[in-house]
């Protein structure tokens, strides 16, 4: 009777927290967990979860690669660390951030943040500790820095020609 308990209390809070918003698997069981269920009871819930279609790794793993890639402008790096630290797979991972790359490819993320960043500023008005600054920026972004360099040298050649980078 105590562990039906238990039970209906972990599907409650487990129904509650992916009202709120899509959890991955591992992220579902830490929470289970931290409101101290069993064991057998989180793996019980995670299993019915994922049978109601509340739960699943592969939806989660591309909609949060599109708001990383898309919404907040991360590059591939970042995008893949945060799904790695939500315990997505690589190779599930690999496969999401290409499909969201369909979408709105690295490069292009870069220049809308850089964009954004520069607020309308052209790139050769900037001295050299402002762009090491939004290089910095952009790498903390998830951008590597042969594309940071190479978008910053391009920029300054040619210059944003109007709002849309066109």
């Known amino acids: 009777m105590n562990e039906d308990r238990e039970l209906g209390r972990a599907e409650g809070k487990a129904f509650r927290l992916l009202t709120l918003r899509a959890h991955s698997e591992k992220e579902l069981r830490a929470k289970l967990r931290e409101g101290g269920f069993s064991a057998p009871v989180v793996e019980q819930v995670v299993r019915r979860c994922r049978e109601l279609g509340y739960l699943n790794d592969e939806a989660f793993a591309r909609q949060r690669a ?27 991972s690999a496969r999401v951030i290409a499909e969201v790359r369909g979408e709105l490819d690295e490069e292009e993320a870069a220049k809308r943040l850089l964009r954004k960043k520069i607020r309308g500023r052209p790139v050769a008005a900037l001295n050299e500790r402002e762009k090491a600054g939004l290089a910095r920026s952009l790498m903390g972004k998830g951008f590597p820095i042969g594309l940071i360099l190479k978008i910053l040298k391009k920029t300054e050649e040619e210059g944003f020609h109007d709002d849309d980078g066109e």
């Open 66 to 92: 599109r708001v990383l890639a898309v919404s907040r402008l991360a590059g591939d790096r970042r995008i893949a660390f945060d799904l790695r630290e939500r315990g997505i797979d690589a190779g599930l």
